[in-house]
């Protein structure tokens, strides 16, 4: 079945990241919920009014964990995604049409520091003790900054 592409730009997130990890092929999967709130103006002059759109979007695995500790509530992003049907019957035996909105990009608009002070506000963290002008830290594997349980 082929999907369709979605495109907000200009969004803002209505509320945190929903993070919660769910079985997979291949063991646990990480699954993130976001709600992404755009506005644009429809119309011209007196008649011209804001409209807001709302999209409930999926994220999966390493990107799912990056929302979940880098954007909250307020945050500004730009989603490209696809979409498709997803149709069921309930309990009541109803056909209930639905759509399924899963993220396949995500760009982060903030500033670096605009996400530490967001995160501060929200009590998520602190922000890095690092000074503003240090070159970063480089990354290591998991298995060299955890040691493994006993």
Excluded: C
Excluded at 25 to 42: D, H, P, Q, W
Excluded at 87 to 114: M, P, W
């Amino acid at each position: 079945m082929a999907n369709v592409q979605v495109i907000q730009r200009h969004a803002h997130l209505a509320s945190a990241v929903k993070l919660e990890f769910v079985n997979g092929r291949e063991g646990k999967v990480a699954k993130a919920v976001l709600t992404a709130i755009s506005n644009s103006l429809r119309g011209s002059g007196e008649a011209r009014s804001e409209e807001a759109t709302a999209i409930q979007w999926t994220l999966w695995a390493k990107q799912a964990e990056h929302a979940a500790e880098y954007l909250g509530k307020g945050s500004h992003v730009n989603i490209v995604g696809r979409v498709r049907n997803n149709n069921y019957q309930d309990n009541d035996r109803a056909e209930v049409d639905g759509l399924a909105f899963t993220v396949d990009e995500i760009d982060y608009l903030d500033s670096k520091a605009e996400g530490e002070a967001r995160r501060a506000r929200e009590g998520a963290g602190d922000p890095p003790a690092a000074a503003p002008n240090a070159p970063a830290p480089s990354r290591k594997a998991r298995s060299e900054r955890q040691p493994a349980p006993p």
